[in-house]
């Protein structure tokens, strides 16, 4: 029995959890939210608490499915109270966002901007400088999935770190060329003087 999906979630105050079969349907503040639960799982209401449970015809699969059911429903119930967030950075010279609607435009070295459409339900706030962005939403897939999808854009490469990047993300960075031939220049001077 998974350790996680056992643990009950509690319900707090102005959110509505209603099972409907295989699907919750979850309200809050900041909207609302259906989440699918895999087969052989079943979701109970008792008070203000949320019970994840197996079937007792649950097979294997059911079981290993147990602790990410509950995940998915915790995940929905944070989702509509507080909702999720990613910060993404924009480093290099010349490169900046900007944000009309739900289209997101990117400036990022290439010879035309990047034009990328926004998911319903998510909004990108930038700060003045246009090099940081804030990626916000209720439902947790979709704020990652955005944030990933707008990385690759331009991913960060590794010599001069320009590109895009996670807030805090450590980018692991190359000496390149010219580092290079110093060194080597450095070590065939000193083999000169012996």
Known sequence: MSRIGRMPIAIPDKVKVEPKGNIIEV????????QAIPAGIVVKIDKNQVIVEK?????????????????????????????FKKELEIVGLGYRAAVAGD?????????????????AGIKVAIDPKMTLLSISGIDAYVVGETASRIRRLR??????????????????RKAGKA??????????AGGAKK
Do not use: C
């Open 55 to 83: 079937t007792d015809a649950a097979g294997e699969k059911a079981s290993s499915l147990h602790g990410l059911a509950r995940s998915l429903v915790n995940n929905a119930i944070i989702g509509v109270t507080q909702g």
């Open 27 to 34: 309200s809050g503040p900041l909207g609302k939210l259906m």
């Open 103 to 119: 289209k997101l435009t990117l400036t990022l070295g290439f010879a035309h901007p990047v034009v990328f459409k926004l998911p």
């Open 179 to 188: 580092a290079a031939g110093a060194a080597g220049g450095a070590a065939g």
């Open 155 to 172: 991913k960060p490469e590794p010599y001069k770190g320009s590109g895009i990047k996670y807030v805090g993300e450590h980018i692991i």
